[in-house]
Structures are given as structure tokens and as C-alpha cells.
């Protein structure tokens, strides 16, 4: 008998304005309803994993480091599924 998964997860890349991935970027996931949120740390290669997160939505993704930032709006997620994201 296995566990069935009542999360969601996150995964993705926050890029430049050249597109070059961005390392050390912080990334904040926030859960509007509830006002929950998650933050981390982009990797060497500019990708960033987050999970555990409450399904459905909607969320706000906010990226920033010293070289910018961007903000993803309205993001919806679904249970046992992980949603891939550029930022």
C-alpha cells in the first residue's frame, strides 16, 4: 500500500534579462489565501525546488537578487504534481 501525496511542489529557473540563469537568487512562494509562505535559494545553475506546498492557489512567485527580480501572479497548483516555472 503507498501513501497518496496531498502537496504540491515547485520547480524552476529564475533568468536575467538575458536569459542567463541567476544564481542566488531568493525566491518567495506565497499561498494568497492563507498569507503561507516558502522561501529558497536558486542553486549555482539558477534552479530552485520547493515543495510540500499547499495545493491549489493562487500563489505569487517573487524572484529577486542584486542583479533584479521578477514577480509571477496567480499561479495554481495542482495535488502530487510539480509545476515547472521560469521566473
Given at each position: 500500500v503507498y501513501a497518496q501525496d496531498t502537496t504540491s511542489a515547485v520547480r524552476g529557473t529564475v533568468s536575467g534579462?538575458?536569459?542567463?540563469?541567476?544564481?542566488?537568487?531568493?525566491?518567495?512562494?506565497?499561498?494568497?489565501?492563507?498569507?503561507?509562505t516558502l522561501t529558497t535559494v536558486t542553486g549555482n545553475d539558477g534552479t530552485f525546488n520547493a515543495r510540500g506546498l499547499r495545493p491549489g492557489?493562487?500563489?505569487?512567485?517573487?524572484?529577486s537578487s542584486s542583479a533584479g527580480g521578477g514577480t509571477l501572479e496567480d499561479v495554481n497548483l495542482v495535488v502530487a504534481d510539480t509545476t515547472d516555472l521560469t521566473v
Open positions: 534579462n538575458d536569459g542567463s540563469a541567476v544564481a542566488g537568487s531568493t525566491v518567495t512562494l506565497t499561498h494568497l489565501p492563507s498569507g503561507t492557489g493562487p500563489y505569487r512567485i517573487e524572484a
